[in-house]
């Protein structure tokens, strides 16, 4: 399976007359199998996951000019990016936990709540990647 995006500007009607798809690519060159979560408010950063050797699988960044690039870390899966496309949101397994990563440096384990289970998801970010919209395992008290 090959993933796209599509690229459409609605603020100006003579671009969104000139929109069009862009293969993605994949991590793995002998895979087919990638899924886009996330994308940055000009279309031009892009995240998701690849799956790797041993169908393990893997958050992306993609970008037009660099392509997709791992976040190093299997068993991840990128689910947001920041508007201006600087910051990654998403979830490292084992444990299940929300990450933010900035690529081209480490990405951060977020940690998770207490009580209930361990279980913690980043799913979006803000403009600048300063805020982060996540969910936890834990239980709710009054």
């Known amino acids: 399976m090959s993933i796209v995006i599509f690229v459409l500007s609605l603020a100006d009607t003579a671009k969104a007359q000139s929109a ?4 993605l690519g994949h991590l ?4 087919n199998v990638s899924h886009a979560f996330g994308v940055s408010a ?9 799956t790797r050797p041993n169908f393990q699988y893997e958050a992306f960044q993609w970008t037009r000019e660099g392509g997709m690039i791992g976040m190093n870390h299997r068993t991840s899966e990128g689910a947001g990016v ?6 990654i949101v998403g979830q490292v397994t084992p444990p299940t936990e929300a990450f933010f990563w900035i690529p081209g ?13 361990f279980n913690s998801k980043a799913r979006a970010a803000s403009e600048t990647g300063a805020g982060v919209s996540s969910s936890t395992g834990a239980e709710a008290t009054p």
């Open 20 to 23: 069009y798809l862009i293969g």
């Open 42 to 50: 000009d279309g031009s950063v892009v995240t998701g996951w690849s």
């Open 105 to 117: 440096s480490e990405y951060f384990r977020m940690g998770d709540l207490p009580g209930g289970s």
């Open 82 to 87: 920041s508007g201006d496309g600087r910051v």
């Open 28 to 31: 793995d060159p002998n895979s």
